[in-house]
């Protein structure tokens, strides 16, 4: 579920991209974009976070062959003014709509898994078994690299609730699967053995946490074509829902997005914060 508009946290990573101009990039292995032939990991609150977050990183690391896998936290079964809109219905809809925006991002929809936690809910999951979960996800995976939301940005931890738990408890997920003394009955039972993941990249960063850029110049139309994918979660269809657009609330949609993208030395660009290593600190 989100607002109306994403114009807001375009706004935002704007703003601070302009405030803070003279950061450093963090050093890395390879770059993100370059990898190939690697398993990619992205855990999401909302079926919309990884296109908006990532969608242009996403479809770079499709394109060059890598097995991304998109695990969404919640069904976004309430973000709908209609009032003749249903939980299951609009849980349907938004289904589907992530299936067509992973699609055009080179994702196919079997890479896809759907914890279905109901939308503003997932706080109010057990913790622990939540923990759990998503650990056996890891250590089932075993992925080269996993994105995720950032805990530590104002946005994800004070305004919205999904994302805070989802951040959270991916991190902790993330720890857990690396030390086999965290819920043995997975190695016990499952043959799940720990998996230290090797390669951290989070989102929804501000730009004071962000420490690693990835140019989306080739890419920038087909992440906006990813984002229109989602068309309940914008006007008109957020207040009485079509599967369509009207071509021109559609360029008026894709041009505030184009005008709103993060810039960096002149080019589109998503922001990550690079992190290894906590486990051990
Ligand atoms: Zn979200």
């Known amino acids: 579920m989100k607002r109306t508009s994403m114009a807001p946290i375009f ?5 601070l991209a302009a405030a803070f101009p003279a950061l450093q990039q963090a050093p890395a292995a390879t770059r993100l974009e370059e990898l190939r032939g690697k398993t990619i990991l992205l855990f999401t609150p909302h079926p919309d976070d ?4 990532c969608g242009g990183t996403l479809a770079l690391l499709a394109k060059n062959g890598n097995n991304i ?3 969404i936290y919640t069904n976004d079964d309430k973000g709908s003014y209609d009032p003749e809109m249903t939980s299951e219905r609009l849980a349907r809809i938004r289904m589907h709509e992530e299936e067509e925006a992973c ?3 080179g994702i196919p ?4 898994s759907w914890l279905q936690y109901h939308d503003g809910m997932l706080e109010y999951a057990n913790p622990r078994d939540l923990v759990e979960q998503v650990t056996g996800i890891i250590r089932r995976v075993r992925p080269e690299v996993v994105l995720s939301a950032d805990p530590g940005t104002d946005y994800v931890r ?3 609730t999904d994302h805070r738990m989802a951040a959270n408890n991916t991190i902790d997920a993330i720890r857990a699967a690396e030390w086999h003394l965290y819920f043995p009955n997975q190695r016990l039972h499952d043959g799940l053995e720990p998996w230290l993941v090797p390669q951290e990249y989070y989102f929804y960063v501000t730009q004071e946490g962000a420490n690693y850029w990835v140019n989306i110049d080739s890419v920038v139309e087909k992440k906006l074509d990813a984002a229109a994918a989602h068309v309940s979660q914008f006007e008109p269809s957020i207040h009485r829902y079509r599967p369509d657009w009207e071509p021109a609330a559609l360029e008026k949609l894709k041009a505030e997005f184009r005008g709103r ?3 960096k030395d002149g080019h589109n660009v998503e922001a990550f914060r690079v992190a290894t290593g906590f486990n051990q600190q």
């Open 11 to 15: 706004f935002l990573v704007a703003v």
């Open 109 to 112: 929809k079997e890479n896809i």
């Open 261 to 263: 993208m993060l810039k």
């Open 69 to 71: 896998r998109i695990v």
């Open 50 to 53: 990884d296109t908006f977050c």
């Open 158 to 160: 004070w305004h919205k």
């Open 103 to 105: 699609r055009i991002l």
